[in-house]
Structure formats: structure tokens, C-alpha cells
T-cell receptor
Framework: ELKVEQNPLFLSMQEGKNYTIYCNYSTTSDRLYWYRQDPGKSLESLFVLLSNGAVKQEGRLMASLDTKARLSTLHITAAVHDLSATYFCAARLSSGSARQLTFGSGTQLTVLP | NAGVTQTPKFRVLKTGQSMTLLCAQDMNHEYMYWYRQDPGMGLRLIHYSVGEGTTAKGEVPDGYNVSRLKKQNFLLGLESAAPSQTSVYFC??????????????FGQGTRLTVV
């Protein structure tokens, strides 16, 4: 069974600061996703990471994947208020036909002025 | 660009009533998923499908049934709704391809209240 753990669950940070959200998963996964969700909205895809060492960047967000450690990180650089949202990571089981897509509990990010 | 479309968007049910949520995707994706999202609990997988005619149980399948008679549609049924099934339901689809087009796309959600 694939388990995905995110931390922290809640993050309050000042504008201009840097921070990292961590995502650990319990068993072999063939892809790792990061999503953003604004209150009352659906999930918006941010990144898909497919291989060990993969790094993707979009604006102030950068995601990386270490498959040996079963760890993905989402790094926020010089945070701005518009980044306030809940961020989810999700991993997809890679074995056999059981292509479950399992989510972490989410990190609720609040960027303070 | 329709992507993933869920119907209905809102619904109020009385305890014991039944209903079906429809998810339709136009991206020819193999995999489809139903999740429920509750405050403070993230998204929990109810059922999923790896192809037309196949379904499998996720983390919280009790009280729900699903069917995937056509590749583009994934139906979630509640046979006898209970207040504990009050939640926001999301459908998602993804492909098995590596490279481009590997994202899992989500519908807009269905807000269900059982009274």
C-alpha cells in the first residue's frame, strides 16, 4: 500500500522568505505530482516528476525528486502573497496494474505581508 | 478544451436516497479516479479504474459503487446516502504515457450534502 506524507501541514511565512515543503512516499512510485488548490476550487497541476534527480521550476516554485530516498520537495523562493494556497503532492504506484494515485494531506501555505 | 467534466456541481440528498455522479473526460486517458475531500483530511481515493470495464477499490470504498462502461466515463454511485458521505467529490484522469501529457487532470468537483 502506498502512503504519502507531507510536512509541514501548515506553513505561515513572510513575503520574501524561502521555504521547503517535503513529501515522503512509502513504496516504489513511477511519477510524483504537485498540485495547488485555492479555497473552493479544483486542483491545478504544478509539476510532474518522472525520474530520479528530476528538477522542474516555474516562477518561484521548484520541485525535485529523489527516488532512492522516496522524497520530493517543493521549494518556494521569495514568497509572495499570491502563493497562498494548499499544496498537495501525490504519488502513483508503479507495480502491476494497480495504478493508484495517492495524495498527501496537503500543506496549507499562508504568505503574510 | 473540456478536459474533465463532473456533473452535477452541487447536490443535496436526504439520508437513504441514491444518486450517481458522472465524470467524463475527452483526453482518451486510460486511468480515472474518484476522490473525496474532507476538511483537514486531504484527498482520499474511493475507487479507480485502469481501463474500460475495470474498476478497483481505493482507500475508502464502503458505501460507493463505480462503473466504467465507456473509456471516457466513470460513474460513482451512492446507493443509500448517509450524512458521513457529505463531502466534496473530485474525479481525475491520467494517461500511462511518459513525457508530455503525464499530468493527472481534475474535474471541478461536486459538493454533496446529505441531510
Amino acid at each position: 500500500e502506498l502512503k504519502v506524507e507531507q510536512n509541514p501541514l501548515f506553513l505561515s511565512m513572510q513575503e520574501g522568505k524561502n521555504y521547503t515543503i517535503y513529501c515522503n512516499y512509502s513504496t516504489t512510485s513511477d511519477r510524483l505530482y504537485w498540485y495547488r488548490q485555492d479555497p473552493g476550487k479544483s486542483l491545478e497541476s504544478l509539476f510532474v516528476l518522472l525520474s530520479n534527480g528530476a528538477v522542474k521550476q516555474e516562477g518561484r516554485l521548484m520541485a525535485s525528486l529523489d527516488t532512492k530516498a522516496r522524497l520530493s520537495t517543493l521549494h518556494i523562493t521569495a514568497a509572495v502573497h499570491d502563493l497562498s494556497a494548499t499544496y498537495f503532492c501525490a504519488a502513483r504506484l508503479s507495480s502491476g496494474s494497480a495504478r493508484q494515485l495517492t495524495f498527501g494531506s496537503g500543506t496549507q501555505l499562508t504568505v503574510l505581508p | 478544451n473540456a478536459g474533465v467534466t463532473q456533473t452535477p456541481k452541487f447536490r443535496v440528498l436526504k439520508t437513504g436516497q441514491s444518486m450517481t455522479l458522472l465524470c467524463a473526460q475527452d483526453m482518451n486517458h486510460e486511468y480515472m479516479y474518484w476522490y473525496r475531500q474532507d476538511p483537514g483530511m486531504g484527498l482520499r481515493l474511493i475507487h479507480y479504474s485502469v481501463g474500460e470495464g475495470t474498476t478497483a477499490k481505493g482507500e475508502v470504498p464502503d458505501g460507493y459503487n463505480v462503473s466504467r462502461l465507456k473509456k471516457q466515463n466513470f460513474l460513482l454511485g451512492l446507493e443509500s446516502a448517509a450524512p458521513s458521505q457529505t463531502s466534496v467529490y473530485f474525479c481525475a484522469s491520467s494517461s500511462d504515457r511518459a513525457g508530455r501529457g503525464t499530468e493527472a487532470f481534475f474535474g471541478q468537483g461536486t459538493r454533496l450534502t446529505v441531510v
